[in-house]
């Protein structure tokens, strides 16, 4: 089943040159860009330069993050080449807490991998002062949702910080049959209640920090989530500011507004600037759309893998968190604060720099 998720071979040669992202960090750093998050679109290790790709961001002074499945950084060498850099963060892809659960959830991988990883991790936490922090990062399907407690287990285990779960995102016809099964939802939001419990009580205090852990049990709390749509109860609550806080710059060189907008894309760094992408009438055609509260727009069946729902982002939306910061905080501004913004908005839109 989950190699339909596998990326195609024409994908896995798409790779950013290092001179067109050094390029790009010059523009990024501009404009005021504080943070670079690398994943998706492969892992962000198999490019051919990424010790010098990482290099490049810590010396233009920005915070960086990492996703990997940490298969190719498991040697000494390579541990202590991170080490050096200065990775700020490591989200590790393991989506299993044994070996038994990896192999299924790795159809390229086998139980021999999950243990020279594990002890990989294990190792880096050992010799880091501070950082990288570590965050253990499970998507949970039919395949291992009931090694949930074991992917628990893992974290403490290798030292990790911290642990996050995310439901599957399928692509209809392909892998429905990963979707957890409304027996399967019910059992593993027991467990979560009982594990919140636990990090209070016994087992699980002071050793590990739930990252995301509510939005996790909201999306399995939803009765949508049989169907796939894991955030449909919340997408209409709030605006999506996204577009205004993160573009996401895919290895063929496409800029995409959000994490799931890749048929959307706003324009292409081996042709434009980034700087000239960010203010585009295409960008800004995405801001205006997408800040609304009701996803009525026929922008949004762009957004996703399922070319036949109307709204993507009901499916799984990477965004919330980010989304759901920047309303609070528009939110918590006083009067004063809101008329100054509303100003500043009216002199850009006039002036021609609509937001």
């Known amino acids: 089943m989950l190699e339909d998720l596998l990326?195609?071979?024409?994908?896995k040669k798409d790779t950013l040159p290092l001179h067109v992202i050094q390029k790009t960090m010059q523009d990024l750093k501009a404009i005021g860009t504080k943070e670079i998050y690398m994943a998706g679109g492969g892992d962000p290790t198999m490019h051919p330069q990424a010790f010098d790709v990482w290099q490049c961001i810590k010396d233009a002074g920005m915070i960086l993050y990492v996703n990997t499945n940490f298969v190719r950084l498991?040697?000494?060498?390579?541990?202590?080449k991170v080490l050096d850099i200065g990775i700020d963060h490591f989200?590790?892809?393991?989506?299993?807490?044994?070996a038994q659960a990896y192999s299924k959830t790795h159809p390229n991988k086998?139980?021999?991998d999950f243990y020279k990883v594990k002890k990989a991790i294990t190792l880096l936490n050992q010799l880091k002062t501070s950082t990288p922090y570590c965050k253990v990062y499970h998507v949970i399907s039919r395949l291992n949702y009931d090694d949930f407690y074991?992917?628990?287990?893992?974290?403490?285990?290798?030292g990790c910080e911290s642990v996050e779960f995310t439901l599957v995102d399928t692509i209809p016809g392909k892998t429905d049959q990963l979707l957890l099964l409304e027996e399967e939802r019910q059992w593993l939001y027991e467990q979560c209640e009982r594990v919140l419990s636990q990090t209070k009580d016994h087992k699980y205090k002071g050793k590990v920090l739930l990252f995301g852990f509510e939005r996790f049990m909201r999306r399995l709390s939803s009765s949508d989530s049989n169907q796939g749509e894991h955030d449909k109860n919340i997408i209409e609550s709030l605006p999506c500011y996204i577009a205004h806080l993160f573009a996401r710059v895919m290895p063929d060189g496409d800029i995409n507004s959000c994490?799931?907008?890749?048929?959307?894309?706003?324009?292409n760094i081996h042709y434009q600037s980034f700087k000239d992408i960010w203010s585009s009438n295409?960008?800004?055609?995405?801001?205006?759309?997408?800040?609304?509260?009701?996803?009525?727009?026929?922008?949004?069946?762009?957004?996703?893998?399922?070319?036949?729902?109307t709204v993507g982002c009901y499916k799984s939306c990477d965004d919330i968190a980010r989304n759901q910061y920047m309303h609070k905080r528009l939110m918590d501004l006083n009067p004063i604060e809101k008329g100054f913004l509303e100003v500043y908005r009216h002199y850009l839109t006039v002036s021609g720099q609509k937001l």
Not at 91 to 98: E, I
Not at 150 to 158: A, G, N, S, W
Not at 259 to 267: D, E, T, W
């Open 7 to 11: 990326i195609d071979p024409q994908s």
């Open 74 to 80: 498991s040697s000494e060498e390579a541990i202590r």
């Open 91 to 98: 989200t590790l892809s393991m989506w299993a807490g044994t």
């Open 110 to 112: 086998g139980e021999k």
């Open 150 to 158: 074991h992917m628990l287990d893992f974290c403490i285990e290798t």
């Open 259 to 267: 994490l799931k907008s890749h048929r959307f894309p706003i324009g």
């Open 282 to 309: 295409r960008q800004k055609y995405f801001r205006s759309k997408a800040q609304v509260y009701e996803k009525k727009d026929a922008m949004f069946s762009l957004i996703g893998n399922d070319a036949s729902a």
